[in-house]
T-cell receptor, first 113, second 111 residues
Framework: NAGVTQTPKFQVLKTGQSMTLQCAQDMNHEYMSWYRQDPGMGLRLIHYSVGAGITDQGEVPNGYNVSRSTTEDFPLRLLSAAPSQTSVYFC????????????FGNGTRLTVT | KNEVEQSPQNLTAQEGEFITINCSYS?????LHWLQQHPGGGIVSLFMLSSGKKKHGRLIATINIQEKHSSLHITASHPRDSAVYICAAPLYGGSQGNLIFGKGTKLSVKP
């Protein structure tokens, strides 16, 4: 099993550009989420999904868009990149039950200039 | 809103020492996560616990739900344990879905 696959690993964008961070899992997990990690801030939840067709906002959703058309995929879209979105992004998935561990992707380091 | 506080922020130990990392949270929860982030950046789930104690190799996690406190212990620490250890609790209590994370404890174990 591949687990959680996140692409790309690195990306540099100019202010105003758009892009999509891809996340795919092959464990049939219901729950998927996107986090950003900034120095001194810890991981913060951007958006999450509890199943195909269901998404909701987390702690820091502004500037990001998500959709969940299949159980496997949960892409994160930056519609108009801003320097404040420079961060490391992690996708995670789990069965969503109280005894289910989280499985993380390897992260995407995004720089917006 | 739940707050998750970890201590210490940084910890340096000699190989073989017993390590304790603490995590406190402000609202009632059903389960708490401990994660490990290696220097290369990858994040691995170590434990998810809702009561008592769990052990995996040299790692032990304990939780006291009433006191809203959890600890992660590492026995006979080794340089390969050097990493950032992160605890996380559900944002609004109950569900394990929306997690809020501590800022992490950076552990460095010297040979």
């Amino acid at each position: 099993n591949a687990g959680v696959t996140q692409t790309p690993k690195f990306q540099v964008l100019k202010t105003g550009q758009s892009m999509t961070l891809q996340c795919a899992q092959d464990m049939n997990h219901e729950y998927m989420s996107w986090y950003r990690q900034d120095p001194g801030m810890g991981l913060r939840l951007i958006h999450y999904s509890v199943g195909a067709g269901i998404t909701d906002q987390g702690e820091v959703p502004n500037g990001y868009n998500v959709s969940r058309s299949t159980t496997e995929d949960f892409p994160l879209r930056l519609l108009s990149a801003a320097p404040s979105q420079t961060s490391v992004y992690f996708c995670a998935s789990s069965y969503g039950r109280s005894n289910s561990p989280l499985h993380f992707g390897n992260g995407t380091r995004l720089t917006v200039t | 809103k739940n707050e998750v506080e970890q201590s210490p922020q940084n910890l340096t130990a000699q190989e073989g020492e017993f390590i304790t990392i603490n995590c406190s949270y402000s609202v009632g929860i059903s389960a708490l996560h401990w994660l490990q982030q290696h220097p290369g950046g990858g994040i691995v789930s170590l434990f998810m616990l809702s009561s008592g104690k769990k052990k995996h190799g040299r790692l032990i996690a304990t939780i006291n739900i009433q006191e809203k406190h959890s600890s992660l212990h590492i026995t006979a620490s080794h340089p390969r344990d050097s990493a950032v250890y992160i605890c996380a609790a559900p944002l609004y209590g109950g569900s394990q879905g929306n997690l809020i994370f501590g800022k992490g404890t950076k552990l460095s174990v010297k040979p």
